[in-house]
């Protein structure tokens, strides 16, 4: 068999849970095939640990910074293992920071809306208005935006096709739990779908496989978060059991799913 370049696009290995053990995970994603993994930021100081933790793996990692919609709106509480982010995010002059990084980072996300940590509505306006302005920077300067859109996946959609009308930047759908009628809906504009490795256990994740191209599918972990295993955080290296699962749905060899989603990686991303 020949080997396989495979691909994490979407995980938070700057979270909390990695402090100890970064080291071996990159390990084993890299025994695992794992190619590129991107660290994705939420807020402005994850996305300084991001750019930092890329800067030391350059090999594998890749930057992905964003502004998570809850953040946005200074709701976030808890904690989850990320920088806490208390008050609103000052929007402009974290574009500004971002398009100062800009040949440092492959990609801007997460990003996007949620009305399941929000009242949608008392916050659609406010969450429209930041997602709308930061996909206006990301066609500035050209590169792809990966979505966050839970409970809002109707209204991402929308957005996203009143301003990105013709494909200027390609679109990544992370974690999509949109009904049918909607993945169908993003499929035809051309969206891409990033499916996180607990589609092995997921009917959702395994009925969107099942509908969309291949040529439209990356694989994520969303690491830490979304564990196809019980009691084990998820890491990049799961990526290869997401493979397999994929090449069961859609009845190919392992090898040519990796092959064709490695593509897919290169042409969102603009690697070679
Ligand atoms: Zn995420």
């Excluded at 208390?86 to 574009?95: G, H, N, Q, R, V």
């Amino acid at each position: 068999m020949t080997t396989m370049n495979l691909i994490d696009d979407h995980c938070h290995l700057t979270h909390v849970l990695y402090k100890d053990d970064l080291n071996d995970v990159l390990k084993r994603a890299k025994a695992a095939n794992i190619k590129r993994i991107l660290v994705s930021g939420v807020n402005p100081p994850s996305n300084r640990e991001v750019l930092k933790l890329v800067q030391q793996h350059p090999g594998i990692l890749r930057a992905s910074l964003g502004i998570y919609p809850i953040d946005a709106l200074g709701l976030a509480e808890g904690d989850s293992g990320l920088p806490l982010q208390k008050t609103p995010i000052d929007i402009d002059a974290e574009l500004q920071f971002i398009n100062q990084h800009k040949d440092q980072i492959t990609a801007i996300g997460e990003i996007g809306m949620d009305f399941h940590w929000a009242d949608k509505e008392t916050t659609y306006q406010q969450q429209s208005d930041n997602f709308r302005k930061i996909i206006r920077f990301a066609k500035q300067i050209k590169k792809p935006i990966v979505i966050h859109s839970r409970k809002a996946e109707a209204e991402c959609i929308q957005i996203l096709a009143e301003e990105i009308p013709n494909k200027e930047i390609p679109i990544v759908q992370h974690c999509f739990s949109g009904k049918k009628s909607l993945i169908k809906q993003a499929q035809e504009l051309g969206h891409y779908f990033s499916i996180p490795t607990n589609l092995i256990k997921s009917d959702q994740f395994q009925t969107l496989i099942k509908m969309v191209p291949l040529q439209q599918i990356t694989t994520e972990t969303d690491g830490p978060w979304l564990s196809p295993y019980k009691d084990q955080k998820n890491e990049p290296a799961f990526v290869l059991d997401a493979i397999k699962k994929i090449a069961e749905l859609k009845q190919l060899s392992e090898t040519a799913v990796a092959q064709q989603i490695w593509e897919n990686y290169c042409t969102v991303y603009g690697e070679k």
